[in-house]
């Protein structure tokens, strides 16, 4: 197969535990680009934290961001989709508010914050970034006048009371949202029947590249709707089971570079 696409998830995928990118794996990327092979960065991360890991790639990457709500290639936004106000302010006040805990709210280049904790200090780190803290009401107000909304909510928290609040939202099951868990301690929120699936197909439609002809690559469940679109795709060596159990090849962990070892296996 000619493959034209290859579609990476970036946390523990390209980017190994510490936050690094491998050598091999740079050198596995920049020659699957230098064949003519488009490469996109899928990730629930925000642009800026998106930006970080094209620019050590050191490649142009299609980027899709806030879990497959922002697509961007360069300066064209190649798809946007919005949670409404009222979305968001019922997720603060029945979930985020009365777990007590922050809610994270992010519209293309922006991200917003009810409050501020440890979870939100790490992340800020990570992407290099700080947040505007907000208002909730204020800012969904303000939203609603403008007629726009955010593009992904997110919750973290300890692992066990991830799973408590996605339990909660689960029994919960708003029509208007669908949700997973891009790690053990997070919960990403989205608009209905947006993923990162739904932008590996939009990209390919705007390239004029078949699905059969990509590649896509992944460890969480955030991954499962690009791994099944994808013509191939692979999970990686520390990916969740169900994941493993969709892939039609499970390669290294991301500490042994295995991006660059499922590239090589299927362009090699």
């Not at 064209?76 to 106000?85: D, F, G, K, T, V």
């Not at 009401?137 to 909510?153: F, I, R, S, Y």
């Not at 699936?197 to 590649?215: F, H, V, W």
Request: one cysteine or more; charged letters at 25%; a negative charge.
């Amino acid at each position: 197969m000619n493959y034209k696409l290859i579609c990476l998830d970036i946390d523990g995928t390209v980017l190994t535990d510490g936050k690094k990118v491998m050598p091999e794996v740079k050198q596995a990327v920049r020659e699957a680009s230098d064949m003519g092979i488009q490469i996109a960065l899928a990730s629930g991360r925000m642009p800026a934290g998106v930006d970080l890991v094209e620019k050590e790639l050191g490649v142009q990457c299609v980027k899709i961001c806030n879990a497959g709500t922002y697509v961007v290639l360069g300066d064209q936004r190649i798809s946007a989709r919005y949670l409404l106000p009222h979305t968001m302010l019922t997720v603060y006040q029945e979930i985020a508010d009365k777990n007590q805990v922050p809610l994270w709210i992010f519209q293309e280049r922006k991200w917003f914050v009810s409050s501020m904790d440890r979870y939100i200090e790490r992340e800020m780190e990570i992407v290099q970034y700080r947040p505007e803290m907000v208002d909730i009401n204020k800012l969904a107000d303000q939203w609603e006048k403008e007629k726009t909304g955010p593009n992904k909510l997110l919750i973290a928290a300890a692992p066990e009371k991830v799973q408590a609040i996605y339990g909660q939202m689960k029994q919960q099951a708003l029509p208007e949202i669908d949700l997973a868990c891009s790690s053990e301690s997070l919960i990403e929120i989205f608009p209905k029947g947006v993923s990162k699936g739904t932008a590996l197909i939009r990209i390919c439609e705007k390239l004029n590249i078949s699905l059969e002809e990509t590649i896509a690559i992944g460890d969480q469940e955030l991954d499962l709707p690009m791994i099944e679109a994808a013509g191939v795709g692979i999970a990686m060596g520390n990916a969740i089971e169900e994941l493993k159990q969709k892939a039609s090849y499970i390669t290294k962990t991301n500490n042994e570079a295995g991006v660059a070892h499922a590239i090589w296996h299927y362009l090699k």
